[in-house]
């Protein structure tokens, strides 16, 4: 884990190059409002550090542990453009997300035999290919889009999931843009330990104590206790 934060790091040093025109898509992505400055930490609610928390403890795992298994870095950019056009679609029936279901699941069939062919060749697996910059900009997909790209928009489709599922278990909508903000800012600081996160480790602490006490009385009650 150590080599592949080492070789993590070495995406932070890239020089962002032109990019060729893009062909139109008739899927255009949501607006990211959630990639503008994060608020102040003095600011957050309780409920803005939960959604913080789950974005840590959904895409951290996940943005770290991929690579190995599939040969290739996540896409930072496109795992949060997948998270808002996901949230988008809850807002608005006639959105449609860029990476469609049939495609997703033809993308999740690819991985899957990546990841067996990388278990057979064992040491002998080719090196992780390097991610692009992170640039936090809005991600557009189209047909000629790179399946790691399409495939790292999947995983954040999947991961806000989770993240709803949380809102319906507490009876309340968590702030998405926290939620982003917890796992890009986890990633960063995975990355480079001098990174400066938006809310200290005891606060963390401390918040998600209370959550989980939430959770065993939402419990019991479930159990009509």
């Known amino acids: 884990m150590k080599n592949f934060v080492a070789i993590c790091m070495c995406v932070f040093t890239l020089v962002a190059c032109g990019t060729e025109e893009q062909p139109k898509n008739t899927r255009e992505p949501a607006l ?85 062919e990388r278990e057979a060749l064992g040491d002998n697996a080719k090196p992780v290919v390097l991610a692009g910059p992170i640039t936090g900009g809005k991600v557009v997909i189209a047909d000629t889009t790179a399946p790691i790209i399409k495939y790292s928009y999947t995983r954040g489709v999947v991961i806000d999931g989770f993240f709803a599922g949380m809102s319906r278990t507490f009876g309340q909508k968590f702030d998405e843009r926290y939620f982003i903000m917890g796992l890009r800012e986890s990633v960063l600081a995975a990355m480079d330990s001098s990174f400066k996160r938006s809310v200290s480790d005891d606060t963390l602490k401390a918040v998600n104590a209370r959550f989980v006490e939430r959770m065993e009385e939402i419990r019991k009650e479930q159990r009509g206790q």
């Not at 928390?53 to 991929?66: A, K, M, R, V």
Request: glycine fraction near 6%; proline fraction near 6%.
């Open 32 to 116: 990211n409002e959630s990639l503008k400055a994060a608020p102040a930490k003095a600011s957050m609610t309780d409920d803005q550090v939960f959604a913080y928390i789950l974005g840590q403890e959904y895409g951290l795992p996940l943005y770290l542990n991929q690579p190995p298994r599939i040969g290739e870095m996540l896409d930072l950019d496109a795992m949060v453009q997948g998270i808002v056009d996901n949230e988008q679609v809850q807002k608005d029936t006639g959105f449609v997300l860029q990476v469609l279901p049939e495609e997703q699941r033809a993308l999740e069939a690819r991985y899957e035999q990546v990841t067996k």
